[in-house]
């Protein structure tokens, strides 16, 4: 059984940078796709970006492309989000994601059975 574990969410100025990681315990090298996702309160959980394994496809959601990148590192088993030019509007809990199966979509939440606790982002201006 696969358990994921995010961290270093926290408060940043806006303009400023977070990386986030989401460490895996348990299998995830044969599985499809890892992701990020956030949800901030009174809204429903929206796709960040995320990245197939086999190949490294890596693909954004519009407002985050060109200041978000994803990356993994198979050998330590983390996912990361290196979040720069951070601006208010990414105010959110951020979730990691993984899924074994071949999606034809990583953007919907509901494609995603595994899912990590969260970590709290907080950009102020």
């Known amino acids: 059984q696969v358990r994921l574990e995010e961290s270093g969410g926290g408060l940043v100025q806006a303009g400023g940078s977070l990386r986030l990681s989401c460490r895996a315990s348990?299998?995830?090298?044969?599985?499809?796709?890892m992701a990020w996702f956030r949800q901030a309160p009174g809204k429903e959980r929206e796709f960040v970006a995320s990245?197939?394994?086999?190949?490294?496809?890596?693909y954004y959601e519009d407002s985050v492309r060109g200041r978000f990148t994803i990356s993994r590192d198979a050998a330590k088993n983390t996912l990361y989000l290196q979040m720069d030019n951070l601006k208010p509007e990414d105010t959110a809990n951020y979730f990691c994601?993984?899924?074994?199966?071949?999606?034809?979509?990583?953007?919907?939440?509901?494609?995603?059975?595994?899912w990590g606790q969260g970590t709290q982002v907080t950009v102020s201006s």
């Open positions: 994601a993984t899924e074994p199966r071949e999606l034809d979509s990583t953007k919907g939440p509901g494609n995603f059975r595994t």
């Open positions: 348990g299998r995830t090298r044969g599985d499809f796709a």
């Open positions: 990245i197939i394994w086999n190949g490294d496809n890596t």
